[in-house]
């Protein structure tokens, strides 16, 4: 009856600190995953030049003056982003400078509601740029950025729209990545609708 007894506190005992073990190993993973007191948050991305709605169109193959049918012109495809830095927590009314954000660099990728999401096959290889721009907590600030690079256009899968006809319709998926004045990691990602094509200069 007594050996019973002590195995049955022995486990009791193992499983509550395995319990402690794993509740600490989760407050771990998810202090380092947002320890800022800050986030970033995208306002709006708007697409620059050719726009239906708040979609861009990505022409593959710009014929416009000084470009020519003969001696098309690769050009890159430009966005802007509104983003606003706040507090994480609304109770603070005065942040300190160390609560600003420097956005350093961008990533962009493609995918497709169809599924059908290869680099260089069904849509356009991702990509990262650089940007440098400071953000005051509880400021707002224009970011402008490629979101298209002409590079993209001379390879698969959009190089092949100069003599098709059809288009090709994906989502680019753009992530801001900064730091806080103390060196804590921030992020955050919006999209915008692109369809690519060889519109001509109608459009």
Known sequence: MITNLTHRRTVLALAALATVV????????????GRSPVMMSIISIRPQGLIIASTLQSDVASI?????????????DLA????????KDVTVVAPSTNNQVMITRYR?????????????????????????VTIAAGGVAIVDF?????????????????????????IADVTFFGTDQVGNDV????????????????T
Do not use: H, W
Not at 80 to 87: E, F, G, N, S
Not at 108 to 132: E, I, K, L, M, S
Not at 156 to 162: D, F, Q, T
């Open 22 to 33: 794993v509740a600490t190993s989760s407050c771990g993973d998810l202090v380092r995953s």
């Open 108 to 132: 962009v990728t493609y995918r497709r509601t169809d599924g059908r999401n290869t680099p260089g096959v069904d849509v356009p290889y991702g990509f990262d740029g650089g940007v440098t």
């Open 64 to 76: 416009s003056d000084p470009c020519s049918e003969a001696a098309p012109c690769v050009l890159a």
């Open 80 to 87: 802007r982003a509104t983003i606003t830095v706040v507090m």
């Open 187 to 202: 992020s955050v990602t919006g999209s915008v609708l692109v369809d690519f094509g060889n519109f001509g200069d109608d």
């Open 146 to 170: 490629e979101i298209v690079r002409p590079v993209a256009k001379l390879e698969a899968p959009l190089v092949n729209l100069r003599q098709n006809p059809t288009a090709i319709s994906a």
